[in-house]
Nanobody, 124 residues
Framework: EVQLVESGGGSVQSGGSLRLSCAIV??????LAWFRQAPGKEREGVAA???????YYADSVQGRFTISLDSAKNTLDLQMNSLKPEDTAMYYC????????????????????WGQGTQVTVSS
């Protein structure tokens, strides 16, 4: 059974840090990614990790967030630094079995599996 379970969300002040983790159970994924959805907004790609080691980031988080795969623990992690109020959202982990081209990493429709989400709230 394929399962993705996010953890690590919480409430922090602007400028703070959080580390999200997505436990991956089952499947051999070629693409893994973090997406987020704020109230009243569409889900957007935050960062992605491809099986060949390539990583991708949204412009809004470039330089502040780091995505990584912990092969020993089988988790997809997202280190978030210098958090801003606009980072407030529900964060979701997504996975896809087949490799995506670079330009498609942030297309949520191409991901087959999703976790239940973890809330991140950043106060000013």
């Amino acid at each position: 059974e394929v399962q993705l379970v996010e953890s690590g969300g919480g409430s922090v002040q602007s400028g703070g840090s959080l580390r999200l983790s997505c436990a991956i159970v089952g499947g051999n994924y070629q693409n893994l990614a973090w997406f987020r959805q704020a109230p009243g907004k569409e889900r957007e790609g935050v960062a992605a990790f491809r099986s060949d080691g390539a990583t991708y980031y949204a412009d809004s988080v470039q330089g502040r967030f780091t995505i990584s795969l912990d092969s020993a623990k089988n988790t997809l992690d997202l280190q978030m630094n210098s958090l801003k109020p606009e980072d407030t959202a529900m964060y979701y982990c997504g996975a896809r079995l087949f490799r995506l081209a670079r330009g498609n990493w942030n297309n949520q429709e191409l991901y087959s599996y999703w976790g239940q989400g973890t809330q991140v709230t950043v106060s000013s």
